[in-house]
């Protein structure tokens, strides 16, 4: 084993694969990995350097796999172990890292663990998930909210007392302040990193310690002030003691020391933080002996601005001095980012391509989403289909996951556009059958050549991999920024306003070289012209 930590990662391109939604090989509806195996060569068409697979492992799906039963077993609704290790072997040969995703925090009620946990307070698991008695008039022991609504606290008859779940009922949460519940959990580790993974995305990495106080949350200065709007009563509570807490950090180094025993692996962590994600990032990231990376959810929002994009790339390089992060667009979890960002009567083929571009330009790794390569829209779906707990539990005001999860369009007029000869578990829009993998391998100005091309020119310029970054003065809804490193000085500028713009050079900076000059962008005499949702990237002089 080698000792050194080879970094890859930093600067790389991640496709994440939403297993149930990629390819089905047996007709059964669902996604597979044989299935995954078979269309890894299209990802590495894209130009991406490794896969991030969403949950495989055995589960009851109560919430999609992110409820895992058995975290060294893989669930027959994605087939055996072997089919891994075709996923891992067909990946390498292709020169892609595979990353799988590890869920922590919370394992399935049927889990074996949780289950003799429940059987008494002094069996030999009983205190490996979080028990605690009521207060004195039955009700829980305190405030706790889960994320997917109600109460934290769920309880059970046998023992007599709550456990905490911050998610699903059926999802209890372990308790991290026991060392044989982290050394069980760092075995399920070991036993992928032997099975030849390259690295592991840490789901909602900062709820792994609670507080042992059980201390209640505090009420948002907002909910005081009776100005709160959110659907979710999750977000009127200031999460100071169910999550981010300070024991997290041991943890964190333990689970690096691990990683650290096999050569080039890398931990990336989602941070969902929603007052400290930044704070939270530069922790786990600081001091090269925690997390490689992680990302967080500031640009996984409805926000599309230059200036909110310049805030959170210059509140992360103020707050992170040694880390890293993974910036993405879309995720498993929101709307996707052409739905959330077109705005009315805009072009969503637009503005894919315009976000492809600013994406390849941050400095930080980057994620794609599947099929945001294509420019998917968020599918409008009935409640009858719906599949997702949380959509159910609070719609219509929020309507869920599952219109960002269903399943990829690969043919167009193939039966259920290629995905399955079956029946999908989610329904497949019209309008994403029209997008398909092959109708756009055929075009020269798709939004899948946009994306490969765009790949392709981040590749080719180191100072877009790991160059840092100086924003320029720009007016209105510019944004305008230098990358330098790697022997070059790169000059990208973006307009994010459905109106034309132009930009004036400022002094002392010039354009030596046009690298990209976006459709309808023009300059001359020192003054940039961008179009509606323009982009240019230069070599600055």
Request: hydrophobic fraction near 40%; proline fraction near 5%.
């Amino acid at each position: 084993m080698a000792s050194d930590h080879a970094e890859w990662w930093r600067g790389c391109v991640i496709y994440q694969i939403y297993p149930r939604s990629f390819q089905d090989t047996t007709g059964d509806g669902s996604g597979d990995l044989r299935g995954i195996t078979s269309r890894l060569a299209h990802v590495a068409s894209l130009g991406a350097d490794a896969v991030w697979l969403s949950p495989f492992f055995k589960s009851p799906m109560a919430d999609m796999g992110y409820d895992v039963s058995d975290y060294t077993a893989v669930d027959p609704m994605f087939g055996t172990s072997a089919d891994f290790d075709a996923v891992v072997a067909e990946a390498h040969r292709l020169g892609l890292k595979v990353i799988i995703d590890q869920v922590l925090s919370h394992s399935s009620d049927r889990h074996e663990w949780f289950v003799e946990s429940r059987t008494s307070r002094d069996n030999p698991r009983a205190d490996w998930y979080v028990w605690a008695d009521p207060r004195p008039d039955g009700t829980a022991p305190n405030n706790w909210l889960s994320v997917f609504g109600g109460p934290a606290w769920e309880w059970d008859a046998t023992r007599r007392q709550y456990y905490m779940h911050n998610f699903l009922a059926s999802q209890p949460d372990l308790n991290f302040h026991n060392p044989e519940v982290q050394d069980a959990l760092l075995e399920t580790v070991r036993f992928w990193l032997e099975r030849g993974v390259d690295g592991f995305r840490l789901d909602t990495v900062n709820y792994y310690v609670h507080d042992r106080w059980l201390r209640s949350n505090p009420p948002l200065a907002s909910s005081v002030a009776g100005t709160n709007t959110e659907t979710n009563p999750y977000l009127y509570q200031e999460h100071l003691f169910d999550k981010t807490q300070p024991e997290n950090l041991a943890f964190l180094k333990r689970f690096r020391a691990l990683l650290d025993e096999y050569e080039g692996r890398v931990a990336v962590g989602e941070v969902g933080d929603e007052a400290r994600s930044l704070q939270t990032l530069a922790a786990y990231t600081s001091g090269g002996d925690k997390l490689d990376m992680c990302y967080t959810f500031d640009l996984l929002g409805p926000q599309f601005s230059a200036a909110h994009v310049r805030g959170c790339v210059e509140a992360f390089e103020s707050a992170v001095s040694d880390g890293w992060v993974c910036w993405a667009f879309s995720n498993h979890d929101v709307v996707r980012h052409v739905t959330r960002w077109t705005r009315p009567g805009g072009d969503p083929e637009r503005t894919a391509k315009f976000s492809i571009a600013l994406l390849s330009c941050l400095r930080g790794s980057i994620c794609l989403y599947q099929g945001e390569e294509l420019g998917l829209e968020e599918a409008e779906l009935a409640f009858e289909d719906l599949r997702d707990p949380y959509g159910i539990r609070f719609w219509p005001g929020f309507k869920g996951r599952d219109g960002c999860r269903t399943p990829m369009v690969w043919e167009k007029g193939a039966n259920n556009a290629g995905f399955s000869i079956g029946r999908p578990w989610l329904p497949i829009p019209e309008s994403h059958r029209a997008r398909a993998v092959d109708i756009q391998n055929g075009e020269e100005k798709s939004v899948l050549a946009s994306y490969r091309a765009m790949l392709a020119l981040r590749r080719r310029h180191a100072a877009l991999v790991q160059g840092s970054t100086r924003f320029l003065d720009a007016e209105g809804e510019v944004l305008a920024f230098i990358r330098e490193g790697g022997g070059e000085k790169l000059l990208c500028v973006f307009n994010f306003a459905e109106d034309p713009a132009n930009w004036p050079l400022p002094q002392g900076i010039d354009v030596a070289e046009t690298i990209d000059l976006g459709a309808g962008a023009a300059l001359q005499e020192k003054i940039l012209s961008l179009p509606p949702l323009g982009c240019f990237l230069g070599r600055a002089g």
